[in-house]
Structure formats: structure tokens, C-alpha cells
């Protein structure tokens, strides 16, 4: 697993996009408006460092956009101005995300010439219908080939799917979270879909075209697609969208919007452990389940949601968490 380094975002909102993907507003996703400059780079950088002190290695990260679609010339003022820094060590490496049909092998000599070690690539969907119905503008066969050459290319390769897409389905999702795995990528993100004021995607939802992908929807699809991750050792470096003030306040109108959706999340996934360990006989039992040390709460569920599930749907009288030695997500019912 990648270590964690400390980040220091530009965040490039729609610069290089060929159009825009239904589902998609990021001005209002980053709370940012306008393209970065130069000089917006070497700002960030500067009052990165300061916030970030000495010592901690920092990553500057160019998110949002479509970087490597931007003209080559502004790839590079943007790049460039990173070099300095780079180069004295106040940032380590450079990461950034892109579209996988804006990849290729001269872009890619490019990136490496500037330091660049992390590509993120927005692949969403590997359903064909699902990437036309959000006007992706390319296809799975593009992110397969863009995945490859990213990776082959030397580059620590980091996938972005989402569920609950336009035509998606969670078979849909579960086939895009298995096609990502035979990529092999270095880390995913998992971007549950949110409807966002101003996209085509509001308006779809608003004339009754799209059927909102609610939280408890993406709860469910997401505690199977991170075991798919988990089983395959692939981490997911997050877990639906970061959240900000536009979008807490009104800016995300409806859909799999949560501040803590990762928590919701693998509450779920240790719902369903809980789960195949009782059976309608347990009536009445009084339950004790052994989890990994600094698990319990997310065994709990929030607000005590998966001892109350349990208690309702087996029957059983009460249900205890103890910490032991063993592996993490797991449950062991030992009473
Ligand atoms: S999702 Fe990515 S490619 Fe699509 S409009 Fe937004 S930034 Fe551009």
C-alpha cells in the first residue's frame, strides 16, 4: 500500500475537458472557480509548505479537470512551476487526474520529465451504455489501453469508478469494480454518484429521467465493491466525494451525498459478517461477537444501527463486540 503523504491540492476545474460529463460541476465539486496558473502553483506550494511545516514529505496534487487534455504548452507552465520545489524538496512528487482517452505515450514522456509519479484516471463505468448515457466521451476499451500504458509507463496508477451512474445497475457497478481489479491498479476511489445543482443531471433528475442513487443505495453497492478491493488487496484511497461548504449547503441536491459514507460503508460490510453468523434459531440468545482491535464502533454500526438490525431481524436479545487479535473486517462469534 502506498504510504500516506500530506497533499497539496491545485485544483484545475474543467480545464482540458473535452465536455461535460452529465453528472459533473466542478466548480461546484471543488469549490474553486476559474483555471489554475503558474502562479496559482507556486502559491499553493508556498502556503502548503507553511501549513505543513518542516520535515513531512508533501505531494502537490493537480485535481479536478482534465489535465493531460489541456494543451501541452499549459501542461507544462503548470508543471514547470513546480520544478523549483521539486527540486529543493519542499514537495516530493506530483500527482495528477485525467481522462483515459487523454492519455498517450508522448503525454506520458512528458509527465515523467517533470516528476510527475501518480496518474489518476477517471474511468466511471466499464459499461459501455453507462459511459454514453453520462457522455463520458470514451469508452472502456480506452481506459483498459490508457491503464496499461499509465502503468507500463512506470507511473503509480489510481482508478476512479462511481455507482450509480445514468443506465447503471449495481450488476453494472459490481462488473466496473472486477474490471478495475484486472488492471491492477496501485489504489481506487469509489465516487457514489451525487446530483449537483447546475448539470445536465439535475435537469434529468428534475424531468423525472434519472432515479436518484440514494445513500442507502450506494451502502449497499459499496460494501460489496470494497470487498471486491479488499479481496484483491487493492486499497481505496476514498470513498465518496470530499465533502465542502457548497455542497453541505445546498449545492448537492440529492443522491449518495454523506459527509461519512466510508463509515456507512464498512458498518455495512460488518453488518453482513454479523449477519451469516446468526440464524432464526438465535431467538432470544444473547450475542458476543470478537472483532479487530479499534473495530467496535464500526461493528456497532452508527447509532447502534447493527446491534438494533440483528435484535430485529434474528430475534436475539442483546449483542456484544469484544476486541481480539484478528484480521481486520472480520467477525467471530464467540457466544
Ligand atoms: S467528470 Fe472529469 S472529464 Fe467529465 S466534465 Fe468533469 S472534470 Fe471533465
Known amino acids: 500500500m502506498t504510504p500516506r503523504r500530506s497533499i497539496i491540492p491545485v485544483f484545475v476545474p474543467h480545464l482540458g475537458c473535452p465536455h461535460m460529463c452529465v453528472f459533473c460541476n466542478q466548480r ?3 469549490g474553486e472557480s476559474g483555471p489554475a496558473t503558474a502562479e496559482d502553483v507556486r502559491k499553493a506550494i508556498i502556503e502548503g509548505r507553511s501549513r505543513l511545516g518542516n520535515g513531512a514529505a508533501a505531494t502537490l ?11 501541452p504548452e499549459e501542461q507544462e507552465a503548470l508543471l514547470g512551476a513546480a ?10 512528487d506530483i500527482r495528477l487526474s485525467t481522462r483515459p482517452d487523454a492519455i498517450d505515450s508522448v503525454t506520458l514522456e512528458r509527465l515523467k520529465r517533470y516528476g510527475v509519479r501518480t496518474v ?8 459501455d451504455l453507462v459511459l454514453r448515457a453520462s457522455e463520458r466521451g470514451h469508452t472502456a476499451e480506452d481506459a483498459r489501453r490508457a491503464a496499461g ?18 443506465g447503471d445497475t449495481p450488476e453494472r457497478s459490481i462488473y466496473t469494480a472486477r474490471e478495475l481489479v484486472k488492471l491492477r491498479p496501485d489504489g481506487v476511489r469509489v465516487y457514489p454518484t451525487v446530483i449537483i445543482r447546475d448539470t445536465p443531471l439535475y435537469d434529468m433528475w428534475r424531468a423525472g429521467l434519472y432515479r436518484e442513487h440514494t445513500t442507502d443505495d450506494a451502502v449497499e453497492l459499496c460494501a460489496i465493491i470494497s470487498d471486491i478491493f479488499a479481496e484483491a488487496g487493492i486499497p481505496i484511497i476514498r470513498l465518496g466525494l470530499n465533502p465542502t461548504d457548497d455542497l453541505s449547503e445546498g449545492d448537492a441536491v440529492a443522491g449518495a451525498y454523506h459527509p461519512a459514507l466510508g463509515e456507512l460503508v464498512l458498518a455495512r460490510r460488518f453488518l453482513t459478517r ?3 453468523e446468526l440464524t432464526d434459531s438465535d431467538r432470544g440468545a444473547e450475542v458476543v461477537f470478537a472483532v479487530k482491535k479499534g473495530r467496535v464502533s464500526a461493528a456497532i454500526g452508527q447509532k447502534r444501527g447493527n446491534a438494533e438490525a440483528l435484535r430485529r431481524e434474528f430475534g436475539v436479545r442483546s449483542v456484544r463486540f469484544v476486541e481480539r487479535d484478528m484480521p481486520d473486517v472480520t467477525v467471530k462469534r464467540i457466544k
Open 28 to 30: 461546484r465539486i471543488s
Open 61 to 71: 496534487a493537480f485535481y479536478g479537470g482534465s489535465f493531460t487534455a489541456i494543451p
Open 83 to 92: 520544478q523549483p520545489f521539486l527540486r529543493d524538496g519542499s514537495i516530493s
Open 120 to 127: 489518476e484516471l477517471g474511468v466511471q463505468s466499464m459499461d
Open 149 to 166: 500504458m499509465v502503468r507500463d509507463a512506470g507511473f503509480e496508477l489510481i482508478l476512479q469508478m462511481m455507482t450509480g451512474l445514468p
Open 274 to 276: 454479523e449477519r451469516a
